[in-house]
T-cell receptor, first 112, second 114 residues
Framework: GENVEQHPSTLSVQEGDSAVIKCTYS??????FPWYKQELGKRPQLIID?????GEKKDQRIAVTLNKTAKHFSLHITETQPEDSAVYFC???????????FGKGTMLLVSP | DGGITQSPKYLFRKEGQNVTLSCEQN?????MYWYRQDPGQGLRLIYY???????QKGDIAEGYSVSREKKESFPLTVTSAQKNPTAFYLC?????????????FGNGTRLTVT
């Protein structure tokens, strides 16, 4: 089955800095890679996703890049703000399966 | 709020008791999922169901049971056989007909067993 590794487990940055979270996956057939943000005590919410037919996707301050050859994908947050503080999860799915495999999460702390 | 309702938000039980967590969705999604979340462990899949009256085990199904009698409902029972039931439980749903349809999560139930 799929295995998703996520790094780092915690990340502390100053407001205005950039943050990068990296994930690797094991199943070369995986073709869908979403990122979820979970604030303390709340449900995970989708913030961006990427399909395997593109290498990069942007949405305002958030971007995701995908390297299919190396089997890794990354979340980039620019101009971080205190409200970006949360746990971020990456995930991967093979189109032949209906389930997502999640990484263990990264706790991002943005200090004012 | 995403149309997925989990109840209750907090649940307390004594060890040895079975407990059922509710999950209802009004999004007309076909597939429903139960995840367990522990600190530092990410989201681990317990059970999932793609159609009514059918469900499959996830990675950590031992000590849990589910039913899918209606499209809108996917209750999870935590049995006394589950060795470490205290956790945050998340229900999710999505469409199966749409390729790579994203998961929508409920607000979760925090179960404490003492």
């Amino acid at each position: 089955g799929e295995n998703v590794e996520q790094h780092p487990s915690t990340l502390s940055v100053q407001e205005g800095d950039s943050a990068v979270i990296k994930c690797t996956y094991s199943d070369s057939a995986s073709n869908y890679f979403p990122w979820y943000k979970q604030e303390l005590g709340k449900r995970p919410q989708l913030i961006i996703d990427i399909r395997s037919n593109v290498g990069e996707k942007k949405d305002q301050r958030i971007a995701v890049t995908l390297n299919k050859t190396a089997k890794h994908f990354s979340l980039h947050i620019t101009e971080t703000q205190p409200e970006d503080s949360a746990v971020y999860f990456c995930a991967a799915r093979n189109s032949g399966y209906s389930t997502l495999t999640f990484g263990k999460g990264t706790m991002l702390l943005v200090s004012p | 709020d995403g149309g997925i309702t989990q109840s209750p938000k907090y649940l307390f039980r004594k060890e040895g008791q079975n407990v059922t967590l509710s999950c209802e969705q009004n999004l007309n999604h076909d597939a429903m999922y139960w995840y367990r979340q522990d600190p530092g462990q990410g989201l681990r899949l317990i059970y999932y169901s793609q159609i009514v009256n059918d469900f499959q085990k996830g990675d950590i199904a031992e000590g849990y049971s589910v039913s899918r009698e209606k499209k809108e409902s996917f209750p999870l029972t935590v049995t006394s056989a589950q060795k470490n039931p205290t956790a945050f439980y998340l229900c999710a749903s999505t469409w199966t007909e749409i390729t790579n349809s994203p998961l929508h999560f409920g607000n979760g139930t925090r179960l404490t067993v003492t």
